[in-house]
Nanobody
Framework: QVRLVESGGGLVQAGGSLRLSCAAS????????MGWYRQAPGKQRELVAH???????NYADSVKGRFTISRDNAKNTVYLQMNSLKPEDTAVYYC??????????WGQGTQVTVSS
């Protein structure tokens, strides 16, 4: 079993920054993709960004230039640096990991609230 634990959410004013972290724990696993999704009230969960084990990244158009995803493979940890936050970034952010030969795992979610 692989467990994902997120941290770093909170309340911030528009224009501010937050950094999310997600650490994967377990034994005998290798992670391919790691990423962040978000779900706002009344909306579907959407991809924010993901990063491969080789460091290739992909971002949603709405966050390009403001968010940066990074990964520490030695620690099985993925980070999301969020700058220039907007009220429309308010959502529950979920960590996701694609574990080789096992499938997808999700974190419990962390709330990000951006006030105007």
């Amino acid at each position: 079993q692989v467990r994902l634990v997120e941290s770093g959410g909170g309340l911030v004013q528009a224009g501010g920054s937050l950094r999310l972290s997600c650490a994967a724990s377990g034994s005998g696993f290798s992670i391919d993709f790691m990423g962040w999704y978000r779900q706002a009230p009344g909306k579907q969960r959407e991809l924010v960004a993901h990063v491969t084990s080789g460091g290739s990244t992909n971002y949603a158009d709405s966050v390009k230039g403001r968010f940066t995803i990074s990964r520490d493979n030695a620690k099985n940890t993925v980070y999301l640096q969020m700058n220039s936050l907007k009220p429309e970034d308010t959502a529950v952010y979920y960590c996701n990991a694609i574990v080789l030969s096992r499938g997808a795992y999700w974190g419990q979610g962390t709330q990000v609230t951006v006030s105007s």
